[in-house]
């Protein structure tokens, strides 16, 4: 009888630590989920530089991935189909080593020099995650970039995620990086609708947009970072997200400024698989969804490549005309932008870098100021 209760006493211990444990820890998880909100965001090493109207400029979006997706790796929450019905499931939490996140950083910092644009809108930044090594990102970025001026934001603040159980996501802080050579008279953080329900709001991002004003003679330019969600069953938030940034592009448009948005739409913006632009051997996946004009505010059109593709999908590592590719990275502009050519990175130097360093590619954009 004494035996069997020492043995109940143990039992019960381990059983209440367990409980505690995990009380301790989702309270810990919802600490660290709390959504940042709206807020000014310093400027680091503004510039004196001003944007004048009638000339030429260059603004590139690249979604870089937090160094992980160089065309070997493959990622746990990306699942697809073949042709021929053979699902797939990528198998990552995080990237492969750190010495692969350090080698994928570089590259995209040569892409990014190579283009020598002067408005860079990133995203998925990372400054000391457990996915990417806690490699900061964005340090290494700024650094090389030393007369642009730096607005940065945060996008996803996790504390442990403890999945996938063979492959651990962990702590993530990342957000989207903004620098031009321009002056930022204005950086702020506008809040995004997402999911806040238990416990699905411990896996999504914080989305938000990074709006930065810039002074043009007697208006402004207004250049939006954005990163919309990808994993919404149904859109409910994409919708509620566009709705949103509709919303703020008509304001502005209506005060005469012109406006930019840039960044990773998690849209198709050219309707690339119905019109059959890219080559693939798997079925359309199902988190895709197509962004028109028709879905704008008034005055508002999109500018995407619709002869390269910028991403590719992450169930299975890459390989060119295997992969389901689309275009989902671009710009949307105001009707007194006037643009003069949209390019997705894919060579360099005469060299293949189409998904080498990312499961993006980056996106160039020309244009002028009417």
């Known amino acids: 009888m004494r035996k069997l209760k020492i043995t109940l006493i143990i039992v019960l211990s381990v059983f209440l630590a367990i409980v505690a444990f995990a009380g301790i820890f989702v309270l810990t998880l919802n600490a660290k989920s709390?959504?940042?909100?709206?807020?000014?965001?310093?400027?680091?090493?503004?510039?004196?530089?001003?944007?004048?109207?009638?000339?030429?400029?260059?603004?590139?979006?690249?979604?870089?991935?937090?160094?992980?997706?160089?065309r070997d790796y493959s990622f746990f929450m990306d699942t697809g189909v073949m042709n021929d019905g053979t699902k797939t499931k990528g198998k990552y939490g995080k990237a492969r080593s750190k010495e692969n996140v350090l080698k994928n950083t570089n590259g995209s910092i040569d892409i990014l020099k190579a283009q020598?644009?002067?408005?860079?809108?990133?995203?998925?930044?990372?400054?000391?995650?457990?996915?990417?090594?806690k490699v900061n990102q964005y340090d290494m970025i700024r650094n090389e970039f030393e007369n642009f001026s730096v607005s940065y934001v945060s996008n996803f603040h996790s504390g442990y995620l403890p999945y996938p159980l063979n492959d651990m996501h962990g702590v993530v802080n990342s957000g989207l990086l903004t620098m031009s050579r321009f002056k930022m008279e204005e950086s702020k953080r506008i809040e995004l609708p997402v999911e806040t329900k238990f416990p699905t709001?411990?896996?999504?991002?914080?989305?938000?947009?990074?709006?930065?004003?810039?002074?043009?003679?007697?208006?402004?330019?207004?250049?939006?970072?954005?990163?919309?969600?990808?994993?919404?069953?149904?859109?409910?938030?994409?919708?509620?997200?566009l709705k949103l940034l509709n919303e703020l592009m008509e304001d502005e448009a209506s005060k005469g400024n012109y406006v930019i948005v840039g960044g990773d739409f998690n849209h198709d913006l050219v309707n690339s698989y119905e019109r059959g632009l890219f080559k693939s051997d798997q079925k359309l996946p199902d988190w895709l969804q197509i962004l028109n004009d028709s879905d704008l505010a008034e005055g508002?059109?999109?500018?995407?490549?619709?002869?390269?593709?910028?991403?590719?999908?992450?169930?299975?590592?890459?390989?060119?005309?295997?992969?389901?590719?689309?275009?989902?990275?671009?710009?949307?502009?105001?009707?007194?932008?006037?643009?003069?050519?949209?390019?997705?990175?894919?060579?360099?130097?005469?060299?293949?870098?189409?998904?080498?360093?990312?499961?993006?590619?980056?996106?160039?954009?020309?244009?002028?100021l009417n």
């Open 201 to 241: 709001k411990f896996f999504d991002l914080d989305r938000c947009l990074n709006l930065v004003r810039y002074k043009v003679e007697d208006c402004e330019l207004v250049m939006i970072t954005a990163h919309l969600s990808a994993y919404d069953e149904g859109g409910v938030y994409r919708q509620k997200q």
């Open 300 to 368: 508002f059109s999109i500018a995407a490549d619709d002869k390269n593709p910028s991403c590719r999908d992450a169930d299975i590592p890459y390989k060119k005309d295997v992969v389901f590719t689309s275009v989902v990275d671009g710009f949307i502009v105001s009707s007194n932008v006037t643009v003069k050519f949209v390019n997705n990175i894919t060579s360099l130097n005469g060299q293949d870098v189409s998904f080498m360093y990312s499961d993006h590619n980056a996106s160039v954009l020309k244009f002028i």
């Open 34 to 70: 709390k959504r940042i909100g709206n807020i000014d965001i310093e400027v680091l090493n503004n510039q004196e530089n001003t944007i004048e109207k009638g000339r030429e400029y260059t603004a590139l979006s690249y979604n870089i991935g937090f160094g992980a997706y160089d």
């Open 116 to 133: 020598q644009a002067d408005f860079m809108m990133l995203e998925e930044v990372d400054t000391k995650s457990t996915r990417s090594y």
